[in-house]
Each structure stands twice: as structure tokens, then as C-alpha cells.
């Protein structure tokens, strides 16, 4: 197992908050001590080794942790879902579509409690979507993917006001591009320059849920029963991590987002959950267009764009992990002074250079 940099115990990163695959957590910890190395030595030669086998055993690890966190997301919704919605609910898939005109849509169609444990919600928002094509000149084109969720919809009034309760999980592109964030401790770095301080509004959750309450003043009730909530048993308990109000104009964050975020520990994971008053909720849905997710999209990428030009090192990881994970087939990325291998032998898990932060 690889040591973290102050020897009391093995690399953890992030990511173990929502899995304990261990070689995934080996491999970010192979990763970390590369960028150490690199740092350190700049001028030096450098290999990055990687082994084929342990690679796919790794994005089979990767890929169970996201079954496994989406199943555990499903477990705290319906018992929230029972809890605070009297178990008076029903589900839904959703997506976010754009069709050939760049013009966005929303779909929704009822779904079973059996469908979401054995189907992914990126699954579930493909086989919406994949029902329905645009004509576009003398073909029949697919829409593509804005973005999709699974709603739990209150089919009555409850104590809490709660009309839904929406759970979210990044894409795959956007967690592995979170794993670089924080090997380079990307929160410090833009906390530390003032350019890109003003840009510091990047999601570092993983699992989310939404909890869309009737008005404002009903928020506090409900961030007061989450604070007391102990479920059926001990192993239903949460923890509050941290709570950061978010909503009003004078606490909205700047682009505009505004939701009370409250951060829970349940079965030693961590969940980010978000409570918004249903006009908030409605403003934000209507803003969730085709053009408005791109503008988002480029506005974070556009922090680590900046980071890049500062740190060449950290543009190159991003690029590497997504030839590792994403587009294996492409060439892998350069950068000088940086060698990158890809060996087919079996069982090899690290680089047979000589270990350098030893």
C-alpha cells in the first residue's frame, strides 16, 4: 500500500470518502508520488509506467465504486423518502435533452424501485432518450444528453413540505477530473491567487440529493429534522459535516446558485445534500438549458484552463487520465522531460523505475 507523504498510513484520497476499492486508492496514491517527483526534480527525466492489467482491474474498480455509490444513494433517499415523505411517493427518470436545433427539452417517465438498483441513472436517462429521434435535413438523428436524475415525488402533502427529493451523481469525465483536483490540491492553489479566487465555485461531491421544499421558511424545519434524524436503527444514523447556506441574494454563490448545502457522513460515506425552496428550483430549471449547462461547464473548466497555463503538470494529468479512462484508444498525452509506458505484462502494478520519494 502506498504511504501518505506524512508516513502515518496509506494515501486516502477523495475519492475513498464514497469507496474503499484499494487498487483505485493505490493507483491516485501512485499518482500523488509521481507529481511529488516531478515537482521536486522538474529538470529530471521522468517515466510514468503503466501496467494494462492493472489498469482494467483498476476502471473495474472505478466502475463497481459508481454501482455501489449509486446503489448506497438509493438505500438514503427511500429512507428519507420513507422518513420525511411518509413513503408516499413515487419515481421518475428525467433527463435534459437537446435536439438537433440546440434546443433543449425535458422528459420524464415512471420508474420501479426495482429498475433503480438494477439499472445506473445514466442508463436509465439513455433509454429515455434513445426512444426519440430529430430530423435533421434528410436524416434521423439522436438527441443528445444534458443532463438526467431519478425524482422521488411526494404523491401527498407531508409535515415537511417536500414535493421532491432529486439524487445526482457526476459523470465519469467529471470525478476523474476531480481525482486531478485534488492531487494537486487545486483548492489551495485558487485559493491562493487572487485571479482565480473569484472563480473558486467548482462541486467536489461525488453523490448528491436535492430536497425541493414548498418556501423558504421551511428550509430551517427540515435541516433541523436532518440534524436529529437517527432512523430505525444505529446503522441509519447521519452525521453532519458542515452546513453552508447558500440561499438569498446577498449569500447566493456568484454564479447565482443558491440552495442550503449540508455535507453527511451515513454508513462511512459521504453525501453532499441540498435544500431549495421550489421557486429557487423552478428559477434553476428553467436556466438548465442546453446553453446554460455549456456556459457552466465552460466556466469550471475554465479554472483549471488557468491552473493549466500556470502549472503545465496539472493540464497534462488531466489529459492523462483521460486517455487512461475515457479515451483509451487515442495516443497518450506529451509533455516534456515525461516519458508515459504502457506494459501488457501480467500482475505488474508499478513502475520498475527506482523509487524516488523513498
Not at 42 to 55: G, I, K, L, S, W
Not at 81 to 101: C, P, Q, T, W
Request: hydrophobic share 35%; proline share 3%; with cysteine.
Amino acid at each position: 500500500m502506498i504511504r501518505s507523504e506524512s508516513g502515518g498510513g496509506p494515501y486516502q484520497s477523495t475519492l475513498w470518502m464514497a469507496t474503499q476499492e484499494p487498487e483505485l486508492n493505490e493507483f491516485l496514491g501512485y499518482l500523488s508520488r509521481k507529481k511529488d517527483e516531478l515537482l521536486e526534480k522538474p529538470n529530471a527525466d521522468h517515466v510514468f509506467f503503466f501496467n494494462e492489467d492493472h489498469v482494467q482491474r483498476v476502471r473495474k474498480e472505478f466502475s463497481r465504486m459508481i454501482l455501489k455509490g449509486e446503489e448506497r444513494l438509493h438505500r438514503l433517499c427511500g429512507l428519507f423518502a420513507d422518513h420525511f415523505m411518509a413513503s408516499d411517493y413515487f419515481l421518475k427518470s428525467v433527463v435534459i435533452g437537446r435536439n438537433a436545433e440546440e434546443e433543449s427539452f425535458y422528459l420524464s417517465q415512471g420508474i420501479t424501485e426495482d429498475e433503480i438498483y438494477k439499472t445506473t441513472d445514466l442508463d436509465l436517462g439513455r433509454r429515455l432518450l434513445g426512444r426519440m429521434k430529430f430530423q435533421k435535413g434528410d436524416t434521423w438523428v439522436l438527441p443528445s444528453l444534458v443532463a438526467n436524475f431519478v425524482e422521488y415525488q411526494s404523491a401527498s402533502t407531508n409535515e415537511f413540505q417536500i414535493h421532491k427529493m432529486v439524487s445526482r451523481i457526476k459523470a465519469e469525465e467529471e470525478i476523474w477530473a476531480k481525482a486531478v483536483d485534488e492531487i494537486f490540491q487545486l483548492d489551495q492553489i485558487v485559493s491562493r491567487d487572487k485571479k482565480l479566487r473569484k472563480l473558486s465555485f467548482y462541486i467536489k461531491d461525488i453523490f448528491g440529493v436535492k430536497f425541493v421544499v414548498s418556501k423558504s421558511h421551511h428550509v430551517p424545519r427540515l435541516l433541523s429534522a436532518l440534524e436529529n434524524f437517527r432512523g430505525d436503527n444505529r446503522n441509519d444514523e447521519i452525521r453532519i459535516i458542515e452546513v453552508k447556506n447558500h440561499l438569498g441574494l446577498q449569500k447566493q454563490k456568484k454564479s447565482g446558485w443558491q440552495a442550503l448545502k449540508v455535507v453527511v457522513a451515513w454508513q462511512g460515506k459521504v453525501f453532499e445534500i441540498q435544500i431549495q425552496p421550489l421557486e429557487v428550483y423552478l428559477r434553476e430549471q428553467e436556466y438548465l438549458t442546453g446553453e446554460s449547462h455549456a456556459g457552466f461547464k465552460e466556466r469550471r473548466e475554465r479554472i483549471r484552463n488557468e491552473v493549466a497555463q500556470k502549472l503545465p503538470l496539472f493540464g497534462f494529468y488531466v489529459e492523462l487520465l483521460k486517455w487512461l479512462f475515457i479515451n483509451p484508444h487515442q495516443k497518450p498525452p506529451q509533455m516534456s522531460g515525461i516519458r508515459v509506458e504502457l506494459d501488457n505484462s501480467k500482475n505488474q502494478l508499478t513502475s520498475p523505475e527506482p523509487d524516488l520519494s523513498s
